[in-house]
Nanobody
Framework: QVQLVESGGGSVQAGGSLRLSCAASGSTNRLKYMSWFRQAPGKEREGVALIDIGGRTSYADSVMGRFTISQDNAKNTLYLQMNSLEPEDTAIYYC????????????????????WGQGTQVTVSS
């Protein structure tokens, strides 16, 4: 099993920055990719960014150029650096991970992810 714990959420004004962290524990050696998702009130969960063991990254169009996903393998920690935040970025942010053998082809759809954190709230005020 894999456990994921997010941290770093909070309240910030538009134009500000936050860095989210996701600490992974358990059978992390089997993971092939990790991602960030978010869910705003009344909306479906949305994929934000992913990174795989080959270093490939992918971003939702809405965050391209503003958010950066990275990982520290020695610390088993995933990060999401969020800059130029907008009120539309307000949501609960979730860390997710998976171990599919077709990891080179996975994308930001929730069906690919077996492990999820509890989420951290990000609120951006105008």
């Amino acid at each position: 099993q894999v456990q994921l714990v997010e941290s770093g959420g909070g309240s910030v004004q538009a134009g500000g920055s936050l860095r989210l962290s996701c600490a992974a524990s358990g059978s992390t050696n089997r993971l092939k990719y990790m991602s960030w998702f978010r869910q705003a009130p009344g909306k479906e969960r949305e994929g934000v960014a992913l990174i795989d063991i080959g270093g490939r990254t992918s971003y939702a169009d809405s965050v391209m150029g503003r958010f950066t996903i990275s990982q520290d393998n020695a610390k088993n920690t995933l990060y999401l650096q969020m800059n130029s935040l907008e009120p539309e970025d307000t949501a609960i942010y979730y860390c997710a991970a998976g171990a599919s053998l077709v990891w080179r082809n996975i994308d930001l759809r929730p069906l690919w992810y077996a492990y999820w954190g509890q989420g951290t709230q990000v609120t951006v005020s105008s």
